[in-house]
DNA sequence: AATGAATGAGGCTTCATTCAT
DNA sequence: TATGAATGAAGCCTCATTCAT
């Protein structure tokens, strides 16, 4: 597909209106009138309705992973590394919010698209590996369950996409620590 | 309506078919194809498509928010009340999955129907209040942020719709403790 | 696909159609009304327009195709042979007239849809061994040419469908016969 | 319409894609492929799609009716004209092969187009009163169907679009004369 | 209660055509 | 002359909904 002129405004559209109303919900008559251009005119930019949520899906996604995988990569003791990887996921998800909502409500975990299942899950076990090391390292508690736990924390900071304002009081790497404050040593006092 | 012989199929069907495709994504000829009747006879039991959206995510959502309101009357110390509140969420999740998980997946902290609205908030504040409990009895941390933890919580717990099976080996009151073990005293070693 | 109660109308007003505009030319619309009902109504019937176009299409070439067998399948002499199967064409041309005007339009010899082509050329070579066995036998001509000749002959009767009226003053068998004739015998005094 | 410098091109263009896809089933877009620019530079070219579809078949048309007029006036036997004319017409295939299927495809015995039926229905009279004078000179048979007789040879002519390659062993000259002599004196020994 | 069949609105997509550059 | 991008109409198809039986 050519990526002419306006292409940056056809996705942002595309996941301003996907977010609003989902995937399904929306129409491409509601991304053109975002836009200001008819519907027909969408296919300029995309083959299809799908290919678009693909192309507003897939920054944040890359960018997630790998950035991930880098941090995963480092050597570095593992709560470190989990304030870390908070603070990345916060901050993809800060800087593509709405696309990366989209991405949290139609793709993650749900398994609905193969092209994705791959990446969604190559992810879950970067953050289980980051455990495991340091349930081994011994900075992480021995009785820790390495099925769930990965995905506390990936579900907390999902989370944000149905209640957070990234652009409110609270900004992303100050709720990336809240977050792995809480999940790294609790709440009780 | 009526809510003939059948009632219980056509919901469980729903739930199930709401929750593969998403609401939007689902047709009335899936949900019908599912019960093993024509789409048009789904009319002698609902009078739309939203009205059983409402009856699949009706039962966990009224379930929920009664038993945390019971829960939340009662005196007890709040480590215990986030525990026992874990169990609640948990089990009316293990006890309604398909349902629940359609509620959590178009209706939590999404804002798209106004009926919700309401109940959807209640639950929020209903958490928090019991997070700022115990912050007042000292059993919390001082430094706590209310507007996070509550969701912070709930976060985690929806997110198991995405990824567990709750007829596998962890059973509801296993996962609620072991959520709420996390979220109350932290990974760390 | 079910064949509902009003599938002949159906298919009786999507030849009509196809004949008149030519299958591209013509839109569902058109077909829809011409039997009276909504262009979204067909999908009763079918599954896709291509698929109407099949239906429409098979009858006359399998009953061409079918009663071209059983006809070389029997032992006479060319000449005779020659003259029932012109009968044979002909009267399945005037039996299904539309529907066979769209098999020649859209179909005969044009390669565009490969699900046809083996029936398509299947009836040539048919036609092309009874010449055969004509020449072998010596009532046919020693210098025919066997490449051409069955297309000459399929040419002049396929060619029918656009100039006769099966319902005129020539009917199926009188016109069977005077191509035939020349097929056979020429023009020449 | 100026006919700037690719204007044999568009033709050419114009001729395969219709042909390959017949007019509705082809788009300017093939069209424009195929010549190598984006579809709206046609609109330097032509003025509408279906003007497009005059200037391609025009050549053939109006080239086989004056060769067949002036064959027509000449003062020679019957039989010699038949063959002449045979050999006119698929002289002209042969010449403007793709161009002359979009016509005889498209155009001749269909009646779609009110512009091309003066011309079309024309030939058939030219071929008619050929064989007409054949009868009344006693070349031919008495008992010939001059309703019947110019559709048989004009459709084994025009039938050559549907299977014979123009470029292939069988020249047009040599096609013309099998056709002719199959007409003229027939396949019987 | 269920079916068969229809409606009508609307969604995705295509495409002839236009036009500023 | 060609391009890039748009328009607008229309086409195929889907689907929630209705209704006579």
Redesign the pocket.
């Known amino acids: 597909m050519?990526?002419?002129?306006?292409w940056p405004e056809v996705m942002a559209a595309a996941a301003k209106v996907f977010r609003a109303k989902g995937y399904?919900g929306?129409?491409?008559?509601?991304?053109?009138d975002e836009?200001?251009?008819?519907?027909?005119?969408?296919?300029?930019?995309?083959?299809?309705?799908?290919?678009?949520l693909f192309s507003v899906v897939r920054p944040p996604a890359e960018q997630l992973l790998s950035e991930a995988r880098a941090l995963a990569a480092e050597v570095v003791p593992a709560p470190e590394k989990i304030a870390r990887l908070a603070r990345v996921h916060a901050g993809v998800l800060a800087e593509h919010f709405v696309y990366a909502s989209v991405y949290v409500h139609e793709v993650a975990g749900l398994g609905r698209y193969p092209e994705w299942a791959a990446m969604d899950s190559e992810y879950v076990r970067l953050v289980r590996a980051v455990l495991a090391a340091g349930v081994a390292e011994g900075s992480l508690r021995t009785d820790l369950d390495l099925r769930t736990a990965p995905h506390v924390l990936i579900g907390a900071l999902n989370w944000l996409t149905r209640w957070w304002d990234p652009d409110g009081p609270i900004g992303a790497a100050e709720m990336a620590d809240r977050i792995s404050g809480v999940f790294l040593d609790g709440v009780r006092a």
């Open positions: 050519p990526r002419p002129s306006r399904h929306a129409t491409l008559e509601d991304v053109a836009v200001g251009m008819l519907k027909g005119s969408l296919y300029n930019y995309i083959s299809s309705k799908e290919e678009l």
